[in-house]
């Protein structure tokens, strides 16, 4: 695979960038978006891109982490020229993460995530708009799908191409990630060839120590082994993982496992596949106030459906699971 | 993670080892199981686990692949005096591993795996018995899935704990692998537990050279990355890619796709989750001789669905696909 290409090429290439992205040709033009850009060659492209491909509505959102002294500063201020030399609105703050992180009990990653949707919710509000996008792309996404299996996630996942969410504050926002499925040579190539500045790149959901070295170490050794593009393997594998979910999902409304008193009917539970056994299991808790029951916990409930085995499984927080006259029943 | 145990530990472990495994505590002690043993510590360590358990009509089985020189054949005899020592029946063949790639244009790993086959398929006439366990563990399987992961397998895929096939001549085999829950470690310290002997191991599907640098290299990077036991996060990942594969042939048998006529009904597929769409359309190319419909072949098929899109999509050997009046046709 790689990405040699003669010059031809990569003109070539940088042309047809956005018109190769699907967000590109669906997204409109009318609309208002917000981006969230943090001066990195990943956000100084999408950037350009939007304004190239005749977005003219767009806020530019940068927040200043305050994580690297005096080049934090000059990131502000180069986001804040680029966006005037644009013609774009420009939203900046910023914050201390440190002091949040040691006020919180967090993680770096967890108290810098959460500081940018706080901030984006401002944004938001102020906008008027809840629509972000942000410039994540694929070998960000291989690095943490790879770095989710190792966490031990269920199959292959990574970022979502849309996601909402709710800021602690209460503002909801859609998260849109239009370069997901773009290689991060394929943008630095695009800025170059189209004379485009960016600076370093700072703030991550993941470690920065362990994203490098699934960067620098792992990825170039598995593609080195098996003599493939071992992130492209990663990324399809994602996606596939979220059409699953999705076959998930309508699975369950396809089936009635529930009696007339809201109870599980285990006859019709134990017809299913084993995923649907879990998922259908999932729902059941979730419906009596249990909001993510763990992997382990969901496969000592379908425990109960060996009659041989106990009848009963005792829940968090003193609720309980029983099995009785081919139902299970929930308590507490 | 890790298998650091004190010694009571390690002994505990050893006396638990068959226990612990499910597929010892449902098999028939009455039936009769040929069992593939090269010699190596895995496959030792099965064949004792067996005898230890109370299985008592097992054939040996070994193939000399011929690609170690005088280590195959002493391979061979030290296989052989295992099992006469412990009073079972065995069955070698020598076969030119070499002579067979170079005749047939296969690699290495495909002209064994399909030598092992049909000696398998020898044994099985001759005992009339086409059950064959095999001694692949955990480890293995790790291996396996980040092979398939990396050459482009669709979700996490391993090997199946059973899975029939029909040789080349045509005889039906039914392959067990008991141990795939197992840790490499756990089975040689149990062997050195028990004072077992074994001998280095030859044969393997991957090329010897990939598995090695997954083994030393990849894993144990991931798992100091990580500081979590990445072989675990595979295999777990694999089992899970085989329970959607069942929650997917649930969901087929489910839905109507074809109509009267046995044409695909689009207003139906359309209503379904793409992951259903792509498994109906490959179950109805499948119907009509094309046995292994590529993804990309799939997804230019779903394309048709795009009443925007072309009408007609040619398929390998003539054959076609043509978008009419809500329906797909097939034809050639």
């Known amino acids: 695979m790689g990405f040699v290409r003669t010059v031809n090429d990569r003109q070539k290439s940088c042309v047809l960038l956005a018109e190769n992205i699907p967000w590109f040709a669906a997204a409109s033009r009318r609309k208002r978006w917000l981006v969230g850009v943090s001066g990195g060659a990943d956000s100084v492209a999408l950037l350009h891109l939007l304004v190239g491909a005749g977005f003219k509505?767009?806020?530019?959102?940068?927040?200043?982490?305050?994580?690297?002294?005096?080049?934090?500063?000059?990131?502000?201020?180069?986001?804040?020229?680029?966006?005037?030399?644009?013609?774009?609105?420009?939203?900046?703050?910023?914050?201390?993460?440190?002091?949040?992180?040691?006020?919180?009990?967090?993680?770096?990653?967890?108290?810098?995530?959460?500081?940018?949707?706080?901030?984006?919710?401002?944004?938001?509000?102020?906008?008027?708009?809840?629509?972000?996008?942000?410039?994540?792309?694929?070998?960000?996404?291989?690095?943490?799908?790879?770095?989710?299996?190792?966490?031990?996630?269920?199959?292959?996942?990574g970022m979502k191409a849309e996601q909402t969410l709710t800021t602690k504050s209460g503002v909801a926002l859609q998260l849109i990630r239009p370069l997901l499925g773009v290689r991060r040579e394929q943008l630095t190539e695009w800025l170059v060839a189209n004379g485009h500045r960016w600076r370093e790149d700072a703030s991550n959901a993941m470690p920065v120590a362990v994203r490098n070295r699934l960067r620098n170490e792992v990825l170039p050794l598995l593609a080195e082994i098996s003599n493939r593009d071992a992130a492209f393997s990663l990324i399809r594998g994602a996606a596939e993982t979220e059409e699953l979910d999705q076959l998930e999902s309508w699975a369950l409304d396809q089936v009635k496992v529930l009696d007339p008193q809201g109870r599980l009917h285990l006859p019709v539970l134990r017809s299913l596949p084993i995923a649907l056994q879990r998922a259908a299991l999932r729902k059941f808790l979730q419906g009596h106030g249990i909001p993510s029951p763990s992997r382990d916990l969901l496969d000592r409930g379908l425990g109960l459906l060996d009659t041989g085995g106990p009848a009963v499984l005792n829940l968090p927080g003193g609720k309980w699971l029983k099995r009785r006259e081919g139902r299970l029943f929930f308590g507490s």
């Open 57 to 157: 509505d767009v806020v530019v959102c940068h927040l200043d982490h305050g994580l690297r002294g005096r080049a934090s500063t000059e990131d502000a201020k180069f986001v804040g020229r680029l966006a005037k030399n644009l013609g774009l609105e420009f939203e900046t703050a910023r914050i201390d993460v440190t002091a949040q992180m040691n006020s919180d009990g967090e993680s770096m990653e967890t108290a810098a995530r959460n500081a940018r949707h706080e901030f984006f919710g401002n944004c938001a509000k102020k906008h008027r708009c809840s629509r972000i996008l942000l410039a994540h792309h694929a070998d960000d996404q291989a690095e943490t799908v790879l770095w989710n299996l190792l966490r031990g996630s269920h199959g292959l996942r």
